[in-house]
């Protein structure tokens, strides 16, 4: 009777522990790539969003450069419906999965914006300026 009970309590803890990620919207078509400081229409399912690079803050290990750590870069972003506005920061580092996701709310409707790219790569030798950025973004409905 005792090795019931424990299989059946066994049984119940792995069913609450189901481990469930986080729903994505779905990326359609390529990404849009966004120029730093210039406005973007970015299609958001059946909605368009205007999209405008505020900031960039790059750490990100240069590419001819071998370093402990792969550093990240921070975006800040604008992001309107045409009646709301509001601001979404993002920050893509590594490989990590989750990196690069920011969800946000416009009106009723939640979003999320995830980063594909950020160009130019830092090299060591040069340091790109902010105007030569360009972010590669998706936008979906939650």
């Given at each position: 009777m005792k090795k019931i009970t424990i299989l059946a309590l066994l049984c119940t803890a792995l069913l609450?522990?189901?481990?469930?990620?986080?729903?994505?919207?779905?990326?359609?078509?390529?990404?849009?790539?966004?120029?730093y400081r210039q406005e973007t229409l970015v299609k958001a399912s059946d909605t368009e969003l205007h999209l405008t690079v505020r900031e960039v803050r790059d750490s990100r290990c240069p590419m001819d450069v071998v370093c402990i750590t792969m550093?990240?870069?921070?975006v800040d972003f604008a992001i309107s419906d045409g009646t709301q506005e509001t601001s979404v920061t993002a920050s893509l580092q590594g490989d990590d999965g989750k990196s690069g996701r920011a969800g946000?709310?416009?009106?009723?409707?939640?979003?999320?914006?995830?980063?594909?790219?950020?160009l130019p790569y830092p090299k060591s030798?040069?340091?790109?300026?902010?105007a030569d950025y360009k972010v590669s973004v998706y936008i979906g409905k939650k």
């Open positions: 609450a522990c189901d481990a469930r990620k986080e729903a994505l919207p779905e990326q359609q078509g390529p990404p849009t790539s966004a120029a550093g990240k870069v921070e946000f709310r416009l009106g009723n409707q939640d979003y999320l914006l995830t980063i594909r790219e950020v030798t040069e340091k790109p300026d902010l």
